[in-house]
C-alpha cells in the first residue's frame, strides 16, 4: 500500500510539469464583433461569463496551473469551442450562425449556461448572470437573428438536413 500512495504522489509531482497549450489567440478576423453590433453591457457579458469556454482568448484562474485541474480545464474548453466559438464566429455558414444565436438564446433562457460548475464556489463570481444580464443577452441575439432575418432570403437561414446514403 505505501508503494501504491508514492507512485501517486511520484505520479502528481510528475504532470505538474507537464501543461497543455493555454487558449491565448489575440486573433479576431472572424470574431462575432466583426458582423455583429455588439453593445456594452452584453460585450461585458460575454468577456465575463462565456469567452473563457467560448472564445480563442480564455483567461486562466491560478488554480490551472495545478494538474490534473490545467487538464480538465482544457477539456473543458476545448469542448466549449466546438460548441461555440464567438473567435471563428463569422467564418460559419449564416444557417449555423443563426442556429448558434437560437442556442445561446435556448441555453441561457434554461439556465445551462454559463455551467453551475463554472460558478459554483464562487470562483468566477463575475459570471453569475443576474435576470437582467440574461434578458439583455437573450434580446441581444433574438436582435441579431432579426437582422438576419431582414438581410438574407429565409432559406438561407435554414440548416440543411443531410441526405441519408
Excluded at 133 to 146: N, S, V, Y
Aim: charged share 25%; net charge negative.
Amino acid at each position: 500500500m505505501k508503494k501504491l500512495i508514492l507512485g501517486l504522489i511520484a505520479i502528481l509531482v510528475a504532470i505538474q510539469f507537464v501543461h497543455p497549450e493555454k487558449n491565448e489567440s489575440n486573433d479576431n478576423t472572424f470574431d462575432i464583433s466583426t458582423r455583429y453590433t455588439i453593445p456594452v453591457p452584453v460585450k461585458e457579458t460575454l468577456k465575463n461569463a462565456c469567452n473563457d469556454c467560448h472564445s480563442n482568448l480564455s483567461t486562466y484562474p491560478w488554480y490551472s496551473n495545478i494538474q490534473p485541474v490545467g487538464f480538465w480545464l482544457d477539456h473543458h474548453i476545448e469542448e466549449g469551442k466546438e460548441h461555440l466559438n464567438f473567435s471563428t464566429f463569422t467564418k460559419m455558414p449564416i444557417a449555423v450562425q443563426n442556429h448558434k444565436l437560437e442556442e445561446v438564446i435556448e441555453t441561457v433562457e434554461e439556465g445551462e449556461m454559463p455551467m453551475p460548475s463554472y460558478t459554483y464556489l464562487g470562483l468566477h463570481p463575475k459570471a453569475n448572470l443576474s435576470p437582467e444580464d440574461r434578458e439583455a443577452l437573450i434580446a441581444w441575439a433574438k436582435a441579431q437573428m432579426d437582422m438576419l432575418k431582414s438581410t438574407y432570403p429565409a432559406d438561407s437561414l435554414k440548416l440543411k438536413r443531410r441526405k441519408k446514403e
